[in-house]
């Protein structure tokens, strides 16, 4: 209808702006010049007050500038692929530890000129440079850079699927084998990353694993479809204690559309189906803070109250997260309660995350909604989250409305 | 004078009903009966919402309760020393890794059983396994126990000073040697622990140890005296970024009191004069919160936001070491202006933290001063600073209205 018409219109306009804002703030304050790669700690008036580079967010920069500069008219800027360049080189310079057992293993962070300060015990560093590099090869159509995206996948796929001691975890009598969401959700993103648009026989090559995570996902939809659960065994059985009542809703809701994404690829109704109900409108209810709005951080199924500090905080991500899934639900089945959802979304995002001053996004809001923390990137909030979703948001409006205007 | 005796004199009754009530919270709710040890993540009406044991907090509870036992004529009851035994026969049994290069790295969280689940590449455990076996061998007067309590410091002494690769954290080019507060206020505090009342020879076997850890704590005054910082180089110089400003003024508080017993016990004025100006009354100055009252949790030295979520939350043990900190050193000078901060911090804790419904404390409170998180225990919360500080609170102002009543 007409009103809807006018309001996603409006949406577009809000959105495309904000996403110009956050790029020139990026594309003004992170480059480290001098050695390239990002910095990402950065405060309202563009101070970087920490130099340390931490290796998901350069990994994400990478991806975010390749991303911009192959998909939208307005970011193919020389700028924007030679920051991306330069953080690929840097990346690839200094994020793998010379000094591990295995050659793939790279750091958590790093000082300024590329000098491992910290390694975690998990995959994900490694995850965000398969991202970084897979995406800035097809701008540079560089095949070494693709080559050695796919076999740092291959490394990934051995420590989750085969044996995970090369990650430095030492095996423990009382510490279960367990899915963890964040690493099926994770895994799934790079099949999709690096088999998009490249045919069918890298598309085969990596159908198994994208059905193996889907099905890895799918076992934390838990007490009988009523709940998306963060941990459970690897057998996908729920977990004793608070870790196995976690919920983290924002999670969720990326997994939702990740999940949508890879069902609409496949053509597979019944994941799309679960995607929207289980993955989208399960965590919008009970995530969703009825008191003060916005999604909370962390939930406990039996309502008891979750030990992690942060939990009943507004973060950034999970709200990016949820805009992207809501729109792209509705895209897919016009179904007018998600529009709903995703107006309830966008009207708490854009009222509360958005820093004027800036151009960027807060990050963390206290429960009723005030200014936490209020700095635009630290360790953990780069340029990764808020344009992801401002892109893809500006893609969805721009289909919805060109199909509204037909 | 009069006015303050009445108002010590309401203070020691308040703080000793709120210690009956402490303890009787743990003794009724934490006792697991069927392996020995202690749960610790308790609800409000005394539900166990987990079952794993935390080593640090299994340490701290049979300390704790052998404390109290040995010290105080209303807990000499049978069933805290029958607890007390039955949580050291669990660490005894199973807090030491079996599986690792070293026979006395420990685990850091277990499961009900004793099962290791995780281990932390740092020293904490195995101090509060060292403060469990010497406070539990000086009520059951076993000698081997405590022998046991010093092999483990020598072993801690090894890591701390000679090598710390036995911790399992891979040396990494850009990870420069760090003097973070909590190594050698923790060896101190076992310096005091295993040398007290023990006579000159075991005085004379930790005196270079103890004098290595006070110079290591006074490191940590920094910026020409006007700060505490909770990270320096090994050399003492400010380290740059977010960790090189940070600040945690409940910490330095804590390491106030450690110094000043550390400096009344070796009769050195100039350490306890410092323990107040610097590390007492300097953090109640930038640690206070002049809106909300209250002490931050952490601070950045430079005025940053700090990158912990929780920084600007209020904490229960913050404000139990600043109790503890500003009444002891009051009672060693007897400056007014030391009575009337004890006071403050006396207020706004007690005003906010006892749980009237429980007996116990809540630990989580958002910077306004509402309860964030509503357990009494949790992987953090045992039973440990609340009665530490109740207990040595009762102490002081014993000691106090002894002198204002003779």
């Not at 193919?76 to 030679?82: A, C, D, V, Y």
């Not at 969703?288 to 199924?301: A, I, S, T």
């Not at 809001?365 to 893809?392: N, Q």
Request: hydrophobic share 40%; charged share 25%.
């Amino acid at each position: 209808d007409v009103m809807s018409a006018v309001k996603l219109q409006e949406c577009r306009q809000l959105i495309s702006s904000q996403l110009d804002g956050v790029v020139d703030f990026w594309l003004k304050h992170s480059h480290d010049e001098q050695y390239g790669g990002f910095f990402t700690c950065i405060g309202r008036d563009g101070t970087v007050y920490d130099e340390l580079k931490y290796v998901w967010l350069q990994g994400r920069q990478v991806w975010m500038y390749c991303r911009l500069y192959r998909t939208v008219e307005r970011f193919r800027r020389p700028e924007i692929l030679e920051a991306a360049k330069a953080g690929g080189a840097f990346l690839r310079k200094s994020a793998r530890l010379s000094s591990s057992a295995s050659p793939w293993k790279c750091a958590f962070c790093l000082t300024r000129d590329g000098k491992a300060v910290k390694v975690q015990r998990s995959i994900f560093s490694e995850c965000f440079y398969v991202m970084a590099l897979d995406e800035l090869s097809r701008v540079t159509a560089d095949p070494d850079m693709q080559l050695e995206a796919e076999q740092m996948m291959e490394q990934l796929i051995h420590w989750v699927r085969v044996d995970p001691s090369g990650l430095g975890r030492p095996p423990l009598p009382g510490d279960v084998a367990t899915n963890s969401m964040a690493v099926p959700m994770m895994l799934l993103c790079l099949v999709q990353q690096l088999t998009e648009g490249r045919g069918q026989e890298m598309a085969q090559k990596y159908r198994e694993l994208g059905t193996w995570c889907v099905s890895q996902i799918l076992q934390h939809v838990q007490r009988e479809g009523t709940a998306i659960l963060e941990n459970v065994s690897a057998a996908g059985a729920e977990l004793p204690g608070s870790a196995g009542r976690l919920q983290n809703p924002g999670h969720a809701l990326e997994a939702g559309w990740f999940l949508l994404q890879f069902g609409a690829e496949t053509g597979d109704e019944e994941i799309q189906k679960t995607a929207i109900e289980k993955f989208m409108e399960l965590p919008m209810e009970y995530g969703w803070d009825g008191e003060h709005g916005g999604l909370f951080y962390f939930l406990d199924v039996d309502g008891h109250c979750p030990t992690q500090l942060e939990w009943s905080m507004k973060l950034w991500w999970p709200h990016c997260e949820a805009l992207i899934a809501l729109l792209m639900a509705y895209r897919h089945t016009r179904r007018p309660e998600l529009l709903r959802r995703f107006l309830q979304v966008y009207d708490y995002t854009f009222s509360h995350f958005p820093d004027d001053k800036s151009g960027e996004w807060f990050g963390y809001l206290t429960r009723d909604g005030s200014v936490a923390l209020d700095f635009m990137g630290g360790p953990f909030k780069g340029f990764f989250h808020v344009p992801r979703c401002l892109l893809m948001c500006e893609r969805l409006l721009d289909d919805l409305l060109q199909t509204h205007n037909e």
